[in-house]
């Protein structure tokens, strides 16, 4: 496959301690051999709730629009994709140092700044929003840090970028490290088993995921510690085709055997890898290199396989069909926008209109579960409620003006 250039210019800039070099992201150039999975049980991480294998969608924000990934909703309004990822930042090497820096390029970089509109809003929906990580042709890459305490080094600069622009998690991918360039080691055995356990350690609550290729792919375990105890999903790398990524440690509902390029596969192949993902019981469908254009009936040919539904377009943040609440009984006063399935955050439903402390009716589709907590981050006291309620003051104990997060189904 065709790779992009990449070109790093000399300007750079420090945030929290890591600097960010305007480098350009590579496109992937597949060619790994995965074998046979044989996993134990894992708790796999839950995004859209949606029954059947979650979508896991790839953006080259060189040229795309993350903002796409939330575009797509089964017929039923359900989000297509669970997980949107952000291709890609870099792992650069300082030659003066001899350490690894987390880089973006400018349009990451712009994606990561306006998270305001360009991240939240797909969160907003339920979407998990991850930050893809791989070398750049300077050495270093994710299996081939020294010490344990470079790794750990490491880790902590992708922690503090998760947390500064409120992602969901890191992907990490062992392409174009262009091992020892500039003096650097070789792919060693430690390597990537330090630096997902530091990355855990730091993100509990967080995604991890692992793009099965590159030396990495073989070197999943150190001194008893397994990678696929430490990441929550593994995926094949090998677009239009169908092979188990081999990482014990993850089940079945956790690995993705089935990988598309939306602008290469064919939809019947697309169709036919949904179709053996189904069969199989396996818990990922892979997606790469979602355009600007709309692509909901080449999806379509993917949703029917995996769900028994079709795709359908919409561009914009405000569902058709969702819950609203008031601020005031009998739904009177100010409104939010509609608002879809998924969970949500204080922050999250202040961009839908929401205010902390505040709601006091709300409008819910015939179907629908909405679960209101008290506190921010789905803590404190909570009401469950299935159908439109009028005055939040008649529940018990009573619910008015004190909501701050949402969990809706």
Request: proline letters at 4%; glycine letters at 8%.
């Amino acid at each position: 496959m065709r790779k992009t250039s990449n070109s790093i210019t000399k300007a750079s800039i420090a945030l929290l301690g890591f600097s960010l070099l305007f480098t350009a992201a590579c496109k992937k150039d597949l060619s790994p051999t995965p074998q046979a999975n044989n996993a134990s049980s894992k708790l796999s991480t839950s995004a859209i709730g949606v029954s059947g294998p979650k979508g896991v969608c790839y953006v080259e924000v060189n040229n795309n629009d993350i903002l796409n990934v939330g575009n797509y909703k089964l017929s039923t309004g359900e989000q297509l994709f669970d997980i949107g990822i952000i291709f890609a930042a870099n792992i650069n090497y300082n030659t003066t140092t001899q350490k690894a820096e987390l880089f973006f390029n400018p349009q990451v970089t712009t994606v990561l700044n306006n998270a305001a509109t360009k991240i939240q809003p797909l969160q907003a929906k339920g979407i998990k929003v991850l930050l893809s990580i791989l070398g750049n042709h300077q050495g270093a890459g994710i299996t081939n840090f020294p010490s344990q305490q470079a790794a750990q080094d490491f880790a902590q600069l992708l922690a503090n970028a998760v947390t500064t622009y409120g992602l969901d998690g890191i992907d990490f991918d062992d392409e174009y490290a262009d091992y020892g360039t500039n003096g650097t080691g070789q792919p060693n055995s430690s390597s990537f088993v330090y630096l997902v356990t530091a990355l855990r350690q730091l993100m509990p609550t967080k995604i991890i995921s692992f793009y099965f290729y590159g030396p990495a792919a073989s070197r999943l375990s150190f001194n008893g510690v397994t990678v696929g105890s430490k990441v929550d999903y593994s995926w094949n790398a090998i677009y239009g085709s169908y092979s188990v990524p081999n990482v014990p440690g993850l089940a079945a509902s956790n690995l993705g055997p089935a990988a598309i390029d939306i602008q290469s596969t064919s939809a019947s192949t697309a169709a036919s890898l949904a179709t053996q993902t189904v069969n199989n019981s396996y818990g990922i469908y892979l997606y790469y290199n979602l355009p600007n254009t709309d692509v909901h009936t080449y999806l379509s040919s993917v949703s029917n396989a995996l769900y028994g539904k079709a795709t359908v377009y919409g561009s914009g943040t405000t569902p058709a069909t969702g819950v609203t609440f008031y601020q005031d009984i009998n739904y009177t006063g100010t409104a939010t926008s509609t608002i879809a399935k998924g969970n949500y955050t204080l922050s999250q439903l202040q961009a839908l209109g929401f205010v902390n402390d505040w709601a006091s009716s709300v409008k819910i589709p015939t179907g629908w579960t909405v679960t209101m907590y008290s506190n921010d981050n789905f803590a404190g006291t909570s009401w469950t409620l299935t159908s439109n309620t009028t005055n939040f003051t008649t529940l018990s104990p009573n619910a008015n003006d004190v909501v701050s997060s949402v969990k809706i189904q």
